[in-house]
C-alpha cells in the first residue's frame, strides 16, 4: 500500500452506503485556493430531516420540517464559521466550542479539550473538526477526531492532526468505515484527496459519490489564497 497515494474523492467513498459525516480540507492543484467542504449523512427519519443554510456567512444545520423534529440536539448547529483569519468546520456544536476558546485564547486542540464523542449509545459518534489559518498569502490546517475508547463509551480518546498546504492534496475525515449496527467508528489518520481546481468537479464528483439514499446534504467553500475572496457551493437533497 503506498501511504502517500492520493486518490480522487469519488475512488474514498463510492460503493460506500455510509460513511457518516465528513470534512475535507486541502489546496487546489494550482496551489491558489484553499478547498474545505461538508456533507451529512442520514438513516434515520430525524437526522434525514435536514438541510444546510447560510446566515450572515455561517453555514447552519436547519430543519426541513420542523414538524418532523425528533431531538434536535445532536442534528442542528453551527456547521462553518470564520473567526479572523481562521476558518472552522465541524459536525456538531463543538464549532461554538472552537469559536469561543479561541476568542478565549486557547488553542484549536485545546479548546476540544472540553468536548467528546456524541453520547448516541451504541454509535459514540466521534465528533469530527477541521481548521484553516489563513496567513501570508497561505495556510495550513489541522484537524480532529475525538472517540470513543471502548464499546462501552467510558473514555475519549483525542486524535489531533496538523498539516502543512500542499497543491493538490487535500485530506478527508469521516465519522464511520461503513453501515453497520453498532456503526463502526473511523480509524485511522485522514485520507489524501486530490483537490482540483474547479470547484464545481469537486462538489459534483463529492456529491455524485455518496450514497444516493442516505446522502443528505453537502457545502464545499473555494477561498482565494492571493485575494481573500471565497466562492461555494451548497446541494441540499431535502429542496
Known sequence: M????????????RGNSYVGRGIVIGKTTDGKRACTAYFIMGRSA???????????GVIYTEPFDASKVEDPSLIIYAAVRTLG?????????????????????????GALETREFEPD?????????????????????EMS???SADTAGTACNR??????SLPGL???????????NPIPTFQGEPERVAIPDDIDAFTCALWDGLDADNKISLYVRYTDLATGESESRLINKNQ
Open 2 to 13: 503506498d501511504i502517500y497515494e492520493i486518490r480522487p474523492i469519488e475512488d474514498r467513498i
Open 46 to 56: 430525524n437526522s434525514r430531516n435536514r438541510i444546510f443554510a447560510e446566515k450572515d
Open 85 to 109: 483569519n481562521r476558518l472552522i468546520v465541524t459536525n456538531g456544536d463543538q464549532t461554538d466550542t472552537i469559536y469561543d476558546g479561541l476568542q478565549a485564547g486557547k488553542s484549536f486542540s
Open 121 to 141: 449509545a451504541p454509535n459514540f459518534t466521534p465528533r469530527i473538526s477541521g481548521m484553516l489559518t489563513f496567513a501570508d498569502g497561505d495556510f495550513t490546517y
Open 145 to 147: 477526531i475525538l472517540k
Open 159 to 164: 486524535y489531533t492532526f496538523s498539516y502543512p
Open 170 to 180: 487535500g485530506h478527508f475525515i469521516h465519522t464511520y468505515v461503513c453501515d453497520g
